[in-house]
């Protein structure tokens, strides 16, 4: 399994800035996902990342708010832009294996003020 | 569209009790399940999973079988610890995409 580690692991930020959080993994990776799991709540899929291509945003996301970099094989990143409080959930990156498993980093803890 | 039902939560064991918790799906498809644990303070871990019907995912004394016929996928353990207390999530997937359950928070007392 990958070893998945993001930054930072929390923050809080005040409403109308952007935060951006890393992913770096330590394999090569085809694919990777950005996951937002809000307050007592299932993960919900935002996006997927493939390296050179542009993001595959899911239905109720869009790369305004949400813009997402793949430079290499190994790392991500996703910007949460123009935040307010709704936008407080913890944020998951993960990655997929050959056998079609995805593997997830420890998470961003988002807090919006 | 697809979906993951599990069973609310929290459930509250004792320690060795055995455990059980419900998992249903509606699938266009024939996806793979799996469930996911999610400690305190740490990310999602995949705990098993199986990949097709009567398949039987087993990991840490925790076991889940593929029920096409009754498109179920409870998770089960005979004798639960207090180090099991998280929160578990069921999930379907096909190919990269992963849609999971709300999630059931498991509290083991000592």
């Known amino acids: 399994s990958a070893v998945i580690s993001q930054k930072p692991s929390r923050d809080i930020c005040q409403r109308g800035t952007s935060l951006t959080i890393q992913c770096q993994v330590d394999s090569q990776v085809t694919m990777m996902f950005w996951y937002r799991q809000q307050p007592g709540q299932s993960l919900t899929l935002i996006a997927t990342a493939n390296q050179g291509s542009e993001a595959t945003y899911e239905s109720g996301f869009v790369i305004d708010k949400f813009p997402i970099s793949r430079p290499n094989l190994t790392f991500s990143t996703l910007t949460v832009s123009n935040m307010s409080p709704e936008d407080s959930s913890i944020y998951l990156c993960s990655v997929q294996s050959e056998d079609y498993e995805q593997y997830f980093g420890p998470g961003t803890r988002l807090t919006v003020t | 569209g697809d979906s993951v039902t599990q069973m609310e939560g929290p459930v509250t064991l004792s320690e060795e009790a055995f455990l059980t918790i419900n998992c249903t799906y509606t699938?266009?498809?024939?996806?793979?399940l799996f469930w996911y644990v999610q400690y305190p303070g740490e990310g999602l871990q995949l705990l098993l999973k199986a990949t097709k019907a009567d398949d039987k995912g087993s990991n840490k004394g925790f076991e889940a079988t593929y029920r096409k016929e009754t498109t179920s996928f409870h998770l089960e353990k005979g004798s639960v610890q207090v180090s099991d207390s998280a929160v578990y999530f069921c999930a379907l997937g096909y190919g990269n995409k992963l849609v999971f359950g709300a999630g059931t928070i498991l509290r083991v007392k000592s």
């Open positions: 699938a266009t498809g024939y996806p793979s």
